[in-house]
C-alpha cells in the first residue's frame, strides 16, 4: 500500500484535547489495498482523534453503501453498511500492531498512518452472506429468475383411484370398524 497522505495524521503539532477528522472512502481507495469485492462505494468515516499527553484515542465510525454481488442470484445490488471501531495509540520502544485495539509506535514517531485501520474496519463490515433485499421480499424480477420459473417442472396430480384392493384387506378394515 502506498502511503497517501491523506491518511497520515500529524499529531505532534496537534493540541491535546478532541480533533475531527471525515474521509470519503470510494473504490480508488479499496484499489490501494488490491481489493476488488466491491463493484463500487460510497463510504462516509468520521474520526475523533483525542490527544492526551502520553496516548492518543481514536474513535473510527463508518456508514455508507457497497456495491456487490447477491450470493443467491448474482445481482449485484447496493448493501448499506455501517460501523465503529477504537483504537489507542501508545508509545513504547519499537512500532507493535499486533493487537487490533491497541497499536505501538516508537518514541519520536510523529505521525500515526489510519488507512490500514479504515481499511480493516469497512471491509470487516460488510456481512459474510450477502443477499439481495428483493429475495427477502419476493420483489426480484431478473431473466434468470424468469428463465428457471419457466423451466421449472410442472405438477400433476395424480387421483389415486381405488384399484382392486385384495380382499383380505378389505376384511381387516371391516375388523377396525366394527367394534
Known sequence: MSKTKEFLIPFVGLKLGK?????????????????EEFQNSDIK??????KKSNMLELDFKHKGTVN??????GEDFDLPIKGKMKLI???GEEFNNDNEELLILPHG??????????Y???????PLKRVHPGVKDGSLQTE??????ELKVKEE???NKEEDIDPRWEKLKKLLTDK
Do not use: G, W
Not at 468515516?45 to 483525542?50: F, G, K, P, S
Open 89 to 91: 495509540v501508545r508509545f
Open 109 to 118: 514517531e510523529f505521525e500515526v498512518d489510519v488507512a490500514q485501520y479504515i
Open 120 to 126: 480493516e474496519m469497512i471491509v470487516l463490515s460488510v
Open 68 to 73: 456487490v454481488p447477491c450470493d443467491l442470484t
Open 157 to 159: 396430480k395424480v387421483e
Open 45 to 50: 468515516v468520521n474520526l475523533v482523534l483525542d
Open 19 to 35: 480533533h475531527h477528522f471525515e474521509y470519503q472512502i470510494n473504490n480508488a481507495f479499496f484499489e490501494n489495498f488490491e481489493y
Open 144 to 149: 434468470a429468475l424468469n428463465k428457471l420459473n
